[in-house]
Protein backbone atom coordinates (compact mmCIF):
# COMPACT_ATOMS: atom_id res chain seq x y z
CA UNK A 1 0.00 0.00 0.00
CA UNK A 2 1.31 3.56 -0.88
CA UNK A 3 1.73 5.70 1.96
CA UNK A 4 -0.63 8.55 1.95
CA UNK A 5 1.62 11.84 1.60
CA UNK A 6 5.10 12.29 -0.03
CA UNK A 7 8.26 12.07 1.82
CA UNK A 8 9.18 15.67 0.37
CA UNK A 9 6.95 17.04 3.46
CA UNK A 10 7.60 16.87 6.80
CA UNK A 11 7.38 13.46 7.83
CA UNK A 12 4.53 12.93 9.25
CA UNK A 13 5.62 11.04 12.38
CA UNK A 14 6.79 13.56 13.17
CA UNK A 15 3.76 15.94 12.34
CA UNK A 16 0.92 13.65 13.74
CA UNK A 17 2.27 10.79 14.64
CA UNK A 18 4.00 9.47 18.26
CA UNK A 19 6.76 12.15 17.78
CA UNK A 20 4.10 15.22 16.80
CA UNK A 21 0.21 15.98 18.39
CA UNK A 22 -0.62 12.62 18.17
CA UNK A 23 -3.43 13.49 16.08
CA UNK A 24 -2.89 10.72 13.32
CA UNK A 25 -6.18 9.07 12.51
CA UNK A 26 -4.06 5.72 11.99
CA UNK A 27 -2.53 5.62 15.44
CA UNK A 28 -5.10 4.31 17.30
CA UNK A 29 -4.84 1.09 15.02
CA UNK A 30 -1.92 1.06 14.55
CA UNK A 31 -0.59 2.17 18.35
CA UNK A 32 2.66 3.30 16.91
CA UNK A 33 3.97 5.10 13.92
CA UNK A 34 6.88 1.95 13.57
CA UNK A 35 3.98 -0.61 12.98
CA UNK A 36 2.67 1.91 10.01
CA UNK A 37 3.58 1.30 6.17
CA UNK A 38 3.87 4.96 6.12
CA UNK A 39 6.95 4.79 8.44
CA UNK A 40 8.13 1.90 6.72
CA UNK A 41 7.98 3.36 3.62
CA UNK A 42 9.79 6.84 4.55
CA UNK A 43 12.83 4.52 6.15
CA UNK A 44 13.12 2.69 2.62
CA UNK A 45 12.98 6.21 0.78
CA UNK A 46 15.70 7.63 2.71
CA UNK A 47 17.62 3.95 2.35
CA UNK A 48 17.51 4.72 -1.30
CA UNK A 49 18.85 8.00 -2.11
CA UNK A 50 21.81 9.55 -1.20
CA UNK A 51 22.01 11.51 2.58
CA UNK A 52 21.03 15.11 2.46
CA UNK A 53 23.58 17.71 4.38
CA UNK A 54 22.27 17.51 8.11
CA UNK A 55 20.88 13.84 7.60
CA UNK A 56 23.03 12.62 10.41
CA UNK A 57 22.42 15.24 12.79
CA UNK A 58 18.51 15.08 12.23
CA UNK A 59 18.11 11.51 12.77
CA UNK A 60 20.43 11.78 15.83
CA UNK A 61 18.63 14.75 17.28
CA UNK A 62 15.11 12.32 16.51
CA UNK A 63 16.24 9.28 18.03
CA UNK A 64 17.54 10.98 21.03
CA UNK A 65 14.43 12.67 21.47
CA UNK A 66 12.11 11.23 24.51
CA UNK A 67 8.69 9.85 23.51
CA UNK A 68 7.89 12.05 26.53
CA UNK A 69 8.25 15.32 24.36
CA UNK A 70 4.75 16.47 24.48
CA UNK A 71 3.87 19.23 27.00
CA UNK A 72 5.76 19.20 30.32
CA UNK A 73 2.70 17.76 32.15
CA UNK A 74 1.47 15.89 29.52
CA UNK A 75 2.49 12.01 28.53
CA UNK A 76 1.58 9.59 25.75
CA UNK A 77 0.31 6.17 27.40
CA UNK A 78 -0.94 2.92 25.60
CA UNK A 79 -4.19 1.76 27.22
CA UNK A 80 -5.54 -1.85 27.39
CA UNK A 81 -7.30 -4.13 29.40
CA UNK A 82 -6.58 -7.20 31.65
CA UNK A 83 -9.49 -9.60 33.11
CA UNK A 84 -11.78 -6.42 34.08
CA UNK A 85 -9.26 -3.58 35.34
CA UNK A 86 -7.98 -0.96 33.13
CA UNK A 87 -4.01 -0.18 33.13
CA UNK A 88 -2.20 2.40 31.18
CA UNK A 89 1.88 2.49 30.46
CA UNK A 90 4.11 5.25 29.19
CA UNK A 91 4.36 4.44 24.85
CA UNK A 92 7.84 4.91 25.39
CA UNK A 93 8.18 1.25 26.98
CA UNK A 94 5.73 -0.11 24.38
CA UNK A 95 7.59 -2.11 21.15
CA UNK A 96 4.74 -3.78 19.41
CA UNK A 97 1.33 -4.92 19.55
CA UNK A 98 0.44 -8.23 18.00
CA UNK A 99 -2.27 -10.92 17.40
CA UNK A 100 -1.49 -14.39 19.52
CA UNK A 101 1.22 -16.69 19.43
CA UNK A 102 1.74 -19.90 20.20
CA UNK A 103 2.57 -20.20 24.13
CA UNK A 104 5.79 -23.17 24.89
CA UNK A 105 5.66 -23.61 28.50
CA UNK A 106 9.36 -23.94 30.44
CA UNK A 107 9.39 -27.21 32.57
CA UNK A 108 9.27 -26.68 36.33
CA UNK A 109 9.23 -23.14 35.85
CA UNK A 110 5.51 -22.14 34.50
CA UNK A 111 3.77 -20.29 37.18
CA UNK A 112 0.70 -18.28 37.62
CA UNK A 113 2.48 -14.99 36.45
CA UNK A 114 5.25 -16.86 34.17
CA UNK A 115 3.42 -18.52 31.60
CA UNK A 116 5.96 -19.74 29.44
CA UNK A 117 7.97 -18.54 25.83
CA UNK A 118 6.33 -17.05 22.69
CA UNK A 119 8.27 -16.48 19.43
CA UNK A 120 7.38 -12.37 18.49
CA UNK A 121 9.54 -11.60 15.12
CA UNK A 122 12.12 -14.59 15.41
CA UNK A 123 12.73 -13.53 19.06
CA UNK A 124 11.95 -15.93 21.96
CA UNK A 125 10.58 -13.72 24.56
CA UNK A 126 9.18 -14.53 28.19
CA UNK A 127 5.23 -14.32 28.73
CA UNK A 128 3.90 -13.03 31.28
CA UNK A 129 0.36 -13.11 32.99
CA UNK A 130 -0.40 -9.25 34.50
CA UNK A 131 -3.77 -10.70 36.26
CA UNK A 132 -1.56 -13.16 38.07
CA UNK A 133 1.16 -10.56 39.01
CA UNK A 134 -1.42 -7.95 39.67
CA UNK A 135 -3.92 -10.16 41.50
CA UNK A 136 -6.73 -9.54 38.94
CA UNK A 137 -9.84 -11.95 38.72
CA UNK A 138 -9.93 -13.32 35.54
CA UNK A 139 -12.65 -13.59 33.66
CA UNK A 140 -14.62 -17.23 32.94
CA UNK A 141 -11.94 -18.78 30.19
CA UNK A 142 -9.48 -16.71 30.81
CA UNK A 143 -7.50 -18.88 32.74
CA UNK A 144 -5.63 -19.74 29.68
CA UNK A 145 -1.97 -18.31 28.76
CA UNK A 146 -3.06 -16.46 26.60
CA UNK A 147 -7.18 -16.36 26.13
CA UNK A 148 -8.32 -16.85 22.17
CA UNK A 149 -9.33 -12.90 20.99
CA UNK A 150 -6.60 -11.47 22.79
CA UNK A 151 -3.57 -9.08 21.94
CA UNK A 152 0.34 -9.72 22.77
CA UNK A 153 1.76 -6.47 23.96
CA UNK A 154 5.81 -6.48 23.76
CA UNK A 155 7.48 -3.84 26.39
CA UNK A 156 10.99 -3.02 27.01
CA UNK A 157 12.83 -1.28 29.58
CA UNK A 158 17.10 -1.08 29.75
CA UNK A 159 17.07 -3.95 26.93
CA UNK A 160 15.21 -6.06 29.17
CA UNK A 161 12.23 -7.48 27.36
CA UNK A 162 8.29 -9.02 27.67
CA UNK A 163 5.23 -10.02 26.35
CA UNK A 164 1.69 -9.85 28.15
CA UNK A 165 -1.81 -10.91 26.81
CA UNK A 166 -4.58 -7.90 27.15
CA UNK A 167 -8.28 -8.51 26.46
CA UNK A 168 -8.49 -5.57 24.51
CA UNK A 169 -5.56 -2.47 23.42
CA UNK A 170 -7.13 0.77 23.40
CA UNK A 171 -5.93 4.41 21.76
CA UNK A 172 -2.51 5.91 22.91
CA UNK A 173 -3.81 8.69 25.38
CA UNK A 174 -2.16 11.59 26.64
CA UNK A 175 -2.10 12.02 30.26
CA UNK A 176 -2.54 15.12 31.44
CA UNK A 177 -0.97 14.79 35.21
CA UNK A 178 -2.93 17.06 36.86
CA UNK A 179 -5.83 14.99 36.52
CA UNK A 180 -3.55 11.12 37.87
CA UNK A 181 -5.00 10.43 41.40
CA UNK A 182 -3.37 8.50 43.88
CA UNK A 183 -4.08 4.78 43.80
CA UNK A 184 -7.24 3.96 46.38
CA UNK A 185 -5.99 1.29 49.12
CA UNK A 186 -8.70 -1.05 48.71
CA UNK A 187 -7.57 -2.29 45.31
CA UNK A 188 -5.47 -5.36 45.33
CA UNK A 189 -1.91 -4.94 47.54
CA UNK A 190 0.03 -6.04 44.24
CA UNK A 191 -1.71 -3.41 41.86
CA UNK A 192 -1.35 -0.90 44.48
CA UNK A 193 2.55 -1.52 44.46
CA UNK A 194 2.65 -1.50 40.99
CA UNK A 195 0.25 1.87 40.26
CA UNK A 196 1.65 5.16 39.81
CA UNK A 197 -2.01 6.32 40.36
CA UNK A 198 -5.40 6.48 38.84
CA UNK A 199 -6.93 8.40 35.84
CA UNK A 200 -10.42 8.81 34.40
CA UNK A 201 -11.00 7.79 30.55
CA UNK A 202 -14.99 8.43 30.02
CA UNK A 203 -15.95 6.20 32.24
CA UNK A 204 -13.85 4.19 33.25
CA UNK A 205 -11.01 4.15 36.01
CA UNK A 206 -7.47 3.39 34.73
CA UNK A 207 -4.25 2.81 36.62
CA UNK A 208 -0.91 3.82 35.78
CA UNK A 209 1.76 1.48 35.57
CA UNK A 210 4.90 2.20 37.70
CA UNK A 211 7.22 0.69 35.21
CA UNK A 212 10.69 0.32 38.04
CA UNK A 213 7.78 -1.77 40.09
CA UNK A 214 6.17 -3.41 36.97
CA UNK A 215 9.88 -4.52 35.91
CA UNK A 216 11.44 -5.77 39.53
CA UNK A 217 8.06 -7.85 40.35
CA UNK A 218 8.38 -9.16 36.40
CA UNK A 219 12.24 -10.31 37.25
CA UNK A 220 10.99 -11.51 40.96
CA UNK A 221 8.24 -14.07 39.20
CA UNK A 222 11.37 -15.68 37.42
CA UNK A 223 12.50 -17.17 40.53
CA UNK A 224 8.69 -18.63 41.99
Known sequence: MAPDRPMEHEPCWKEIGIFGDGSCPRLPEQVHCRNCVIFAEGGRRLLDRDMPPGYTEEWTRLLAQTKESAPARTLPVIVFRVGDEWLALKTSLLLKVSGTRPVHRLPHRTNRVLRGIVNIDGELLLLASLSGLLGIEEAPGEDESVPEGSRMIVVAKDGERWVFPAAVVEDV????????????????????????????????????????????????????
Open 173 to 224: FRLDWEILKAAPVTITKAAHACSAGLFALGERSVALLDEERLFDQLRGSLGR
